[in-house]
């Protein structure tokens, strides 16, 4: 049961770092979004970075083997404990999913940022603009740890899981009151 929680909690962390990460990476057709974006272009630019790497951060530990909250162990010890289930069968599926070639490939470089970029501040250490991840493979991964909790959630929880952020709720529309002082004053 704790370790559940704490896979829950780090996948929260992780969800709102990368819809962070996505909301100042891109205006969307959003003129305002896109002029505040430019007007702060420093101080966004910090930002995004940051997002990443506690993205890449999040995502080894809910993937990389050796971590305490693996959700590969989990799924391992729960198919174990429960073989014959129902549910067993819908998270050795799950497993599979993990087991990929291309969800292996993504990990990997999420690993290797991880490991050659992000712990280690060596003179010769790896550019991370080396290792090209792109958005379609974190949200490939990030379904995973979605069906994952919506599959376990109710086992531990005693309730369906629901992706709880919208625009709303993660303050995505921060750029637009801005504008509208902004105009007053002219």
Do not use: W
């Not at 989990?74 to 070639?101: C, G, H, M, W």
């Amino acid at each position: 049961m704790e370790d559940f929680k704490s896979i829950k909690l780090i996948a929260k962390n992780l969800f709102i770092s990368y819809c962070d990460y996505k909301y100042f990476s891109s205006s969307n057709g959003d003129i305002l979004k896109a002029a505040f974006l430019d007007q702060n272009q420093n101080l966004f630019k910090r930002i995004r970075y940051y997002l990443y790497f506690f993205t890449i951060v999040e995502l080894n530990k809910l993937f990389y083997s050796n971590e305490s909250y693996s959700i590969s162990k989990f799924l391992n010890r729960e198919i174990k404990d429960n073989n014959n289930s129902p549910k067993a069968r819908e998270l050795k599926k799950l497993l599979q999913r993990v087991k990929t070639k291309s969800i292996q490939s993504t990990l990997s470089k999420v690993y290797n940022l991880r490991k050659k970029y992000l712990a280690h501040l060596d003179p010769d250490r790896l550019d991370y603009t080396d290792i090209k991840i792109n958005v379609q493979e974190i949200d490939n991964i990030l379904e995973i740890v979605k069906d994952f909790l919506i599959i376990l959630n109710p086992v531990y929880e005693g309730s369906e899981y629901t992706y709880p952020y919208s625009e709303t709720d993660l303050g995505y529309n921060l750029h637009k009151p801005y504008f509208k002082l902004k105009n007053l004053g002219h």
